[in-house]
């Protein structure tokens, strides 16, 4: 049984970075997706982006393109989501979320992180 | 605004047949399969259907999902009252090269 298991809580100023770590334990991990999904209070998922750890390259939605990196590191099991220039609107819980095997398109998000929120405030 | 749209909210009593729906395009729910999530309040989401209409193991079969066109739909019969919770909708989009979801569906039973 895959478990994702995420980083604690952070506050952020205006402007900073913030990474956040997700680490996976009972399953493969090099040949899954593992993407990132937000949460605004009081709103609706929306996907920043996805990599399947063996091929290092990431996929990102649009918005957050220059802004979100994706990393994985094999030897650990954990995956990494650094939002950089960070502004009051992204404010939001982040959960990592494994995808599809082989890639980050199709397939469904299972299982999921618990979430880490992140509050930026000044 | 999100790609795919859901009503807001729905509502039934116990025992009610319940449908929510979730409407997209050719680039997304037309051209791939949608999978259905359950959020009950401060925690994360939890995979409820995938492949359009699969239920993972664990799922009761008074859940069910179909789709026709662009369009979607996530089907709760006999309706129970831990089945309050927010139902969110997600394929992947051809265009955009990205996942997109719908803004949610708050259930009540009422």
């Known amino acids: 049984q895959v478990q994702l298991v995420q980083s604690g809580a952070e506050v952020k100023k205006p402007g900073s970075s913030v990474k956040v770590s997700c680490k996976s334990s009972?399953?493969?991990?090099?040949?899954?997706?593992l993407h990132w999904v937000r949460q605004a209070p009081g709103q609706g998922l929306e996907w920043m982006g996805g990599?399947?750890?063996?091929?290092?390259?990431?996929n990102y939605a649009q918005k957050f393109q220059g802004r979100v990196t994706i990393t994985a590191d094999e030897s650990t099991s954990t995956a990494y989501m650094q939002l950089s220039r960070l502004r009051s609107d992204d404010t939001a819980v982040y959960y990592c979320?494994?995808?599809?095997?082989?890639?980050?398109?199709?397939?469904?998000?299972?299982?999921w992180g618990q979430g880490t929120l992140v509050t930026v405030s000044a | 605004q999100s790609v795919l749209t859901q009503p807001p909210s729905a509502s039934g009593t116990p025992g009610q047949r319940v449908t929510i729906s979730c409407s997209g395009s050719?680039?997304?729910?037309?051209?791939?399969?949608v999978s259905w999530y359950r959020q009950l309040p401060g925690t994360a989401p939890k995979l409820l259907m995938y492949?359009?209409?699969e239920r993972p193991s664990g799922v009761p079969v008074r859940f069910s999902g179909s789709k026709s066109g662009t369009s979607a739909s996530l089907a709760i019969s006999g309706l129970q009252s831990e089945d309050e919770a927010d139902y969110h909708c997600?394929?992947?989009?051809?265009?955009?090269?990205?996942?997109?979801f719908g803004g949610g569906t708050k259930l009540t039973v009422l």
């Open positions: 979320a494994r995808g599809g095997e082989y890639q980050v398109r199709y397939t469904w998000f299972d299982p």
């Open positions: 009972g399953g493969t991990f090099r040949n899954y997706a």
């Open positions: 990599l399947v750890p063996m091929f290092r390259t990431a």
């Open positions: 050719s680039s997304n729910i037309g051209g791939s399969t």
């Open positions: 492949n359009d209409n």
């Open positions: 997600a394929a992947w989009d051809d265009s955009l090269n990205g996942w997109v």
